[in-house]
């Protein structure tokens, strides 16, 4: 059963627009929720969290929000820039010490 | 943030091998985890490796397919043993970081490949 789901196993965008990738959970003890971003033959690299006590948070041009009542959040990139173009991977943790639980991923392609 | 270096970064091995991947990290660290990517699938955590003490296994993995040494704070192994074409994955060493809850820093994998 999966925990941390990523409906969209790819995604294009043209350069400069918006580009929104989304994550579902079904676990209601999850209270931490990151994105990491990997690219070919690279380990991922954390780009972004947000604690469930915020719905938003910004950290240059990428922006996740949180729905806890949908269980669902999101992470904005505006302006995609084709540097972007890599796979998402969404987490959740429970802090409960329980591992980070991943989703399968989002393969983004920002086109020039 | 931490550097992580693993080896081999790929490798082409027959079934029923066994195979042992390094990982050693820039900096001194308590904890060790080693994750596994299936084709398509998420990033799985496999066990967490702490000095001086036993690997913690998740569920779903056992030490006599999966043994893990862990000798000093900078360096891990992770063998796979009695390998088969499900065992194809890329293996991901990683530390924790940092900047708050969850954040890993990951080696740049090593990609299996059984035949």
């Known amino acids: 059963d999966q925990q941390v789901k990523q409906n969209s196993p790819s995604l294009s965008v043209q350069e400069g627009r918006i580009s929104i990738l989304n994550c579902d959970y079904t676990n209601s003890m999850f209270d931490y929720f990151l994105w990491y971003k990997k690219y070919p033959a690279e380990g991922p690299t954390f780009l972004i969290s947000?604690?469930?006590?915020?719905d938003k948070n910004e950290d240059g041009r990428f922006t996740v929000f949180l729905n806890k009542s949908a269980k669902h959040l999101s992470l904005h990139i505006v302006p995609s820039q084709p540097g972007d173009s890599a796979v998402y991977f969404c987490?959740?943790?429970?802090?409960?010490?329980?591992?980070?639980?991943f989703g399968k991923g989002t393969r983004l392609s920002v086109i020039a | 943030s931490a550097v992580i270096s693993q080896k081999p970064s790929r490798d082409i091995c027959q079934r029923g091998t066994s195979l042992t991947i390094q990982c050693q990290v820039d900096?001194?660290?308590?904890?060790m985890f080693w994750y596994r990517q299936q084709p398509g699938q998420s990033l799985t955590l496999i066990a967490t490796?702490?000095?001086?003490?036993?690997?913690?296994?998740e569920s779903g993995f056992v030490i006599d397919k999966f043994p893990i040494s862990r000798p000093n704070l900078t360096f891990s192994t992770l063998t796979v043993s009695n390998m088969s074409p499900e065992d194809s994955s890329i293996y991901l060493c990683?530390?924790?970081?940092?900047?708050?809850?969850?954040?890993?820093?990951f080696g740049e994998g090593s990609r299996l490949t059984v035949l």
């Open positions: 987490a959740a943790l429970d802090s409960g010490n329980t591992p980070l639980v």
């Open positions: 990683s530390v924790e970081g940092w900047a708050g809850p969850g954040e890993l820093f």
């Open positions: 900096s001194q660290v308590t904890m």
């Open positions: 490796a702490n000095q001086g003490s036993e690997a913690t296994y």
């Open positions: 947000i604690s469930s006590i915020k």
